[in-house]
């Protein structure tokens, strides 16, 4: 089984956001693989140790996303590819799906796993974009793998539950958080990951041309939204449940 | 019917000439509601593939049907099965696909929510159609009284579109309303230290009454609580009358989520936790702790 995981370097989630003008400010921030893109590798990995094959990552940001790469590699995955162009930069969903079917396209493989949205963009379509320029079915939001052998049997979530979805091969899949634990890289993982295969390609690399990654969105205008105001502000004295209970009654919900 | 079509429809007929696409079983039923709140005609395709298969077959009939009628702007409600056939029709159109749009001043213009929801950006979109999935909850529908004319859709779905086939379906019984339903939303985040911590979640919405429980992100990812209770930029948006939060922090990505909310109670130890500045009643503490009590006392009122 040939796996392709797509990873992601994200502004480290846990420092808040800040804009470069109408872009999400990147530089001097510190990055880190997507957490979402975590569980992506770690079924990659178990689905490799079951069924042998090899676990490839596909990435798609400038030079410093390699380290989104680099820390996937060190959780066991075997190789990696990076498209970074300049004529990338502010790409959006649509255009990152149609390079990372390029290179994905450059391989055979059998699945391709994303997560189900990234962390800073979250727009949740690339994957479904990324399916269609492959022209392979899809299924998305993964919270269990019954069966990957020959064909795909996995738990799909739903609003209000879960429907088990039977897939032919080659497929691509979106893991929610949940699907798996993400093993931690160990320190002989973090070692072997150095030298392990990395490939940086630019657009002209994938056959594609700066017309191919026009992006048709642009932003016109930023406001604050309308600000709440804070209310009232207390330390729990030990009277704070009657305060909530009272809070509730006058809200008419109790 | 998910209200959020009926959102969209309110705002589609303000913007211009709506029409709508229903496919799936009930898709002809649907029409006379679709046509009440502003859809003069409705495109019905009642066909048991568009509900068995993923994506492919209702990806492929828009495409068809793009083509016949071409319109200028497409709306889809933001959930599991639109992200998807958005998806796949954006690739197809190589259109733009706009995501997590919350207000459409124009047919060339869709707002989205950043940075917790503090700022709101305009963004123009170029190209037909355009695409773009509306967060639920972004209009407030109003039935303008008309009635459709139906059409029935009649696109053949070949072999190579039935690839992704749902065998069975598994509803989870939740106790209590929706969460997007709920008059109170009680929620927790890591502040509850741990998963099992939840369960006092679920009593204190059961002593409520008309209550249901959501989670953070941070939360779902640690895997205590699946991703249908997540509530914020990615998950749900809701609106209730009151919102009880506790032990979360207040990221950005959560907050979008629900400062819409009519009114907002939170609990944290920490007194610099972000949330605080949008909680109409904060309190300094500890979630743990005042769980209990809070559980206790309103059982007690309700006798």
Redesign the interface.
């Known amino acids: 089984m040939n796996i392709v995981v797509s990873v992601k370097h994200v502004p480290d989630?846990n420092v808040?956001?800040e804009?470069s003008g109408?872009r999400i400010r990147r530089e001097g921030v510190q990055g880190v693989l997507d957490?979402?893109d975590e569980f992506g590798v770690e079924a990659g990995l178990l689905i490799k140790e079951a069924q042998g094959g090899e676990v490839a990552l596909v990435s798609m940001g400038p030079a410093p996303a390699m380290e989104a790469i680099r820390r996937a590699l060190s959780m066991g995955a075997d190789r990696g590819v990076l498209v970074t162009d300049d004529a990338l930069a502010g790409a959006?969903?649509?255009v990152t799906?149609?390079v990372l079917a390029a290179a994905i396209r450059r391989s055979e493989y059998d699945l391709v796993i994303c997560g189900?949205?990234s962390?800073d963009g979250?727009?949740?379509?690339?994957?479904?974009?990324?399916?269609?320029?492959l022209g392979?079915?899809?299924?998305?939001?993964v919270?269990k793998f019954e069966q990957t052998d020959g064909s795909l049997?996995v738990h799909?979530?739903?609003?209000?539950?879960?429907?088990?979805?039977?897939?032919?091969l080659p497929?691509l899949v979106t893991v929610?958080?949940?699907v798996n634990?993400p093993r931690y890289a160990s320190f002989k993982g973090i070692m072997a990951a150095k030298k392990k295969p990395v490939d940086q390609i630019s657009l002209a690399d994938l056959g594609l041309s700066p017309n191919d990654v026009s992006v048709?969105?642009?932003?016109?205008?930023?406001?604050?939204?309308e600000?709440?105001?804070?209310?009232?502000?207390?330390?729990?004295d030990g009277t704070?449940?009657?305060?909530?209970?009272d809070?509730?009654?006058e809200?008419?919900?109790? | 019917m998910d209200s959020t079509a009926l959102e969209l429809l309110t705002k589609a007929r303000e913007l211009g000439d709506a029409e709508a696409v229903a496919l799936g079983p009930g898709a002809t039923e649907a029409a006379a509601q679709l046509g009440e709140y502003g859809a003069a005609t409705v495109y019905a395709g009642d066909d048991e593939v568009y509900a068995d298969y993923?994506?492919?077959p209702a990806?492929h009939t828009l495409f068809e049907l793009i083509g016949q009628h071409s319109p200028d702007l497409i709306l889809f409600a933001t959930?599991?099965d639109s992200?998807?056939?958005?998806?796949?029709l954006?690739?197809?159109t190589?259109?733009?696909?706009?995501?997590?749009a919350i207000g459409l001043p124009s047919t060339e213009?869709a707002q989205t929510?950043?940075?917790g929801?503090?700022?709101?950006?305009?963004?123009?979109?170029?190209?037909t159609p355009k695409l773009v999935?509306v967060r639920p909850k972004s209009f407030v529908p109003e039935p303008a009284g008309g009635e459709a004319s139906v059409v029935p859709v009649d696109v053949p779905i070949g072999e190579d579109l039935r690839?992704?086939?749902?065998?069975?379906?598994?509803?989870?019984q939740?106790a209590g309303p929706?969460l997007d339903e709920a008059?109170?939303v009680v929620s927790g985040g890591r502040g509850l230290q741990e998963a099992a911590n939840f369960d006092l979640l679920e009593q204190l919405a059961s002593a409520?009454?008309?209550?249901a429980v959501g989670a953070t992100r941070a939360v779902?990812?640690?895997?205590w609580v699946?991703?249908?209770l997540q509530i914020g930029?990615?998950g749900i948006t809701v609106k209730p009358?009151?919102y009880?939060a506790f032990g979360i922090s207040g990221?950005?990505?959560h907050m979008v989520g629900m400062?819409g909310a009519?009114?907002?109670?939170a609990?944290n130890k920490d007194?610099e936790a972000p949330i605080?500045?949008?909680?109409?009643?904060?309190?300094?503490?500890?979630a743990m702790?005042?769980l209990p009590?809070?559980i206790?006392?309103?059982k007690a009122?309700?006798g």
């Open positions: 989630p808040p956001m804009m109408e957490p979402g959006d969903a649509l799906a149609r189900v949205e962390t979250y727009t949740g379509a690339m994957p479904a974009m990324l399916a269609e320029f392979i079915p899809m299924v998305t939001f919270k049997k799909r979530q739903t609003a209000d539950g879960y429907h088990v979805v039977e897939c032919t497929a929610t958080a949940g634990e048709l969105q642009s932003v016109t205008g930023m406001a604050s939204a600000a709440r105001k804070a209310g009232e502000i207390i330390e729990d704070a449940a009657t305060r909530i209970a809070f509730l009654t809200a008419k919900v109790i | 993923i994506a492919e990806a959930n599991y992200r998807d056939i958005a998806g796949r954006a690739a197809k190589g259109s733009t696909l706009m995501s997590n213009v929510a950043i940075l929801g503090a700022t709101i950006v305009d963004v123009k979109l170029e190209g999935l690839r992704a086939r749902r065998l069975e379906r598994h509803e989870e939740a929706k008059a109170v409520i009454g008309n209550a779902v990812d640690a895997g699946p991703y249908a930029q990615t009358s009151v009880l990221a950005t990505q400062k009519k009114r907002i109670i609990v007194e605080f500045q949008i909680a109409d009643l904060g309190i300094v503490g500890d702790k005042l009590q809070l206790d006392e309103i009122r309700k």
